[in-house]
């Protein structure tokens, strides 16, 4: 396809994820016992066949760098093309920190300048979804489009975390409006944007020296008069963990549901991600593991069920997890009791101690390192 990637992988999220990315840009954070974020975003751009991809994070990044190390486990290891991975310029003078979605791209305007493909593919970083690119872009010619922005019809959800479209007939936007406390319609953005790269390079040149750092509230807003903006209409499973904690929780919990994890990993093309030589995963006399995602090196002698569990997993004797998620590294002492919890990456709890979230909706979160 002759259209490039970029994902924005800045990492903020205006601290709604708290002690889950103090450390770690959102999209690092761990999935479904074996994924990042951003590897889905990254197979949906190489499965949709776009072959040149730039990451710009800022916050946090060290974790999603190394993460992106090597770039051929999502088929970007090649000579023309690949995976470009852009932070913020920083030199002896000063840094120049993103201010904005608009303004990470325009700061690295020569990725767009150097490249020749006729369209460009916008995503986020933290959206967890299989998507083929390629009907976007397909929709956005046979419209004539100069942006087409995906949405899903989200009716019934929380929306106030979403832009919010009105669209006519033909799908044409008329009106957008960023996290309204009432919706006008259930039709949320899922920052998916398709535009020509001509056409990016020309309005971000234009918008961002005036001060206009958003592609949203600078560009899409602004000009959903003048330029023809159209909805495409994404029908498959989406969610987003950067919203809040909840999210995040219900996003790993919905892998325990067959029909979400079959689309991820057994309905081709699959979902890549960097992988860990670990043995597999141990139950050992008197571990009662159900309805579980593990990952691979954890070892069980007690009983878990219903939770995602990540790799180098240890829960000793007696010891009972439920609702929960274990992140890498986690270690269970004996007889403790862990429940509507998520416990960060290389979390100890010791003999005897009990973790109990009030509920699914509000798990307890541990952070990172943290000795109980």
């Not at 008329?174 to 996290?179: D, N, Q, S, V, W």
């Not at 593991?289 to 995602?308: L, M, P, R």
């Amino acid at each position: 396809m002759k259209a490039i990637g970029i994902i924005l992988a800045g990492g903020n999220n205006d601290g709604r994820l708290g002690a889950l990315t103090e450390q770690r840009a959102s999209a690092a954070l761990p999935i479904g016992s074996c994924y990042r974020a951003i590897d889905f975003t990254l197979s949906n751009m190489s499965n949709s066949g776009i072959g040149k991809v730039a990451v710009l994070t800022q916050y946090n990044s060290r974790s999603l760098r190394d993460h992106l190390t090597s770039s051929k486990w999502w088929d970007f290891g090649r000579k023309q093309g690949g995976l470009f991975v852009f932070t913020p310029y920083t030199s002896s003078t000063g840094n120049d920190w993103f201010r904005g979605t608009a303004d990470s791209i325009y700061q690295n305007m020569t990725y767009l300048m150097r490249s020749n493909e006729e369209y460009v593919v916008i995503a986020s970083g933290d959206s967890i979804y299989k998507m083929d690119y390629r009907d976007a872009v397909n929709y956005h010619i046979q419209k004539g489009a100069d942006i087409t922005v995906v949405y899903q019809n989200m009716e019934g959800r929380d929306l106030s975390y979403f832009g919010i479209m009105q669209l006519d007939e033909e799908q044409r936007l008329l009106g957008f409006e960023e996290k309204p406390e009432q919706a006008q319609t259930s039709s949320a953005s899922l920052g998916i944007y398709i535009i020509s790269r001509k056409l990016l390079i020309e309005l971000l040149q234009k918008v961002v020296p005036q001060g206009g750092y958003g592609l949203v509230k600078d560009i899409i807003i602004p000009f959903r008069s003048s330029l023809k903006i159209y909805g495409y209409e994404f029908k498959g499973y989406w969610s987003t963990i950067g919203t809040s904690v909840s999210d995040y929780f219900a996003t790993n919990m919905d892998f325990l549901k067959k029909e979400v994890r079959d689309i991820f990993v057994r309905q081709y093309p699959f979902i890549e991600t960097k992988p860990k030589d670990e043995p597999p995963a141990k139950y050992n006399a008197g571990a009662e593991v159900s309805d579980t995602i593990v990952g691979s090196g954890a070892i069980f002698n007690g009983k878990v069920e219903h939770s995602v569990v990540f790799r180098k997993v240890y829960t000793a004797e007696d010891s009972v997890v439920r609702n929960s998620i274990l992140m890498e590294g986690t270690r269970i002492g004996k007889g403790c009791v862990i429940e509507n919890a998520i416990l960060d990456k290389d979390v100890e709890i010791s003999d005897g101690q009990r973790v109990i979230g009030k509920s699914m909706q509000e798990p307890v979160v541990l952070k990172k390192g943290t000795k109980l």
